[in-house]
């Protein structure tokens, strides 16, 4: 049999590696491109110098029990207890196991009469039953985090609940409106066909007594030339005359990113792009917004992929 010439024995394993790297490198490139790398799928608060992320299923709950503590009329401070306790006890996951009968965000106990077990795995009844308590607790205000959250919990391990108070502060100021467009979802590309109206849904149940006074509205409206890439044709306009509620209904559209395939939040001339990477240099939050509907102040205009 004859040899195969030296010359060949070279090139062809050149021309393989050569392939290789093409392709790889093509992937990379269109990685970058088009997604500015891999995302976390996480949601981050920053401020006290610091930031702190939760997971979409996390940030999700938090904006829950912020929202019931806004519709409630209590102050920011409320929700950083209920945040704190809420990791402390679950992890801000609903779960349906826990010590004895315990279950959901609080790990509350249907033999403690918190309510039933089905109504308990309710985060919106949940984290009413916990407020209702904490209010009831004088001076709650002004207590260390540890202290009023023991007091409504009476937890075998008191003070665990100081562990999280810097995370549950940092939520508590993003998702009430305190600290303005703080909160970013560092998602991958919406994952299907968005549905405005489950949204607003949501936004009745968890801010039902604001809902039903007027003070705050929604209705679905027409994406503009100025929407942000991905989106489809209807938007979900929020209007409410004071600017932190304004603030919070924002962020709390952007915790909701992940779940009701949102590509966009823009509320008073700042815009959160889901299509931007976050980075230590970069924000999802630019001044390239529209600032709502007709350029309305108070109008928080929430983008949803396409197929909506």
Known sequence: MAKRPALSRVVIPLTLLAVFLAV??????ALTLFDGGQRTGRCTASGLSTSHSYSTEQTLNAATISAVSIDMGLPPRAASIALATAYQESKLKNIDYGDRDSVGLFQQRPSQGWGTKEQIMDPVFASTA??????????????EITVAAQKVQRSAFPDAYADHE???????????????PELECDLAAAGGPAHPEKLRESLAREFTRMSESGEVESSLGAAGS????GAGATTLVIKTADEKRGWALANWAVAHAAKDNIVGVDYRGQRWDRSRH???????WDSDATGGAGGEDDAIVIYFAKGS
Do not use: I
């Open 166 to 180: 810097v995370e549950g502060r940092l939520f508590s100021s993003a998702l009430t409106g305190n600290s303005g």
């Open 24 to 29: 790889v490198g093509g992937s990379f490139a």
């Open 278 to 284: 976050v980075s230590q240099t970069s924000s999802q």
């Open 226 to 229: 100025n929407a942000p890439e």
């Open 130 to 143: 916990f407020y209702e308590k904490l209010a009831k607790v004088k001076g709650y205000e002004n207590m």
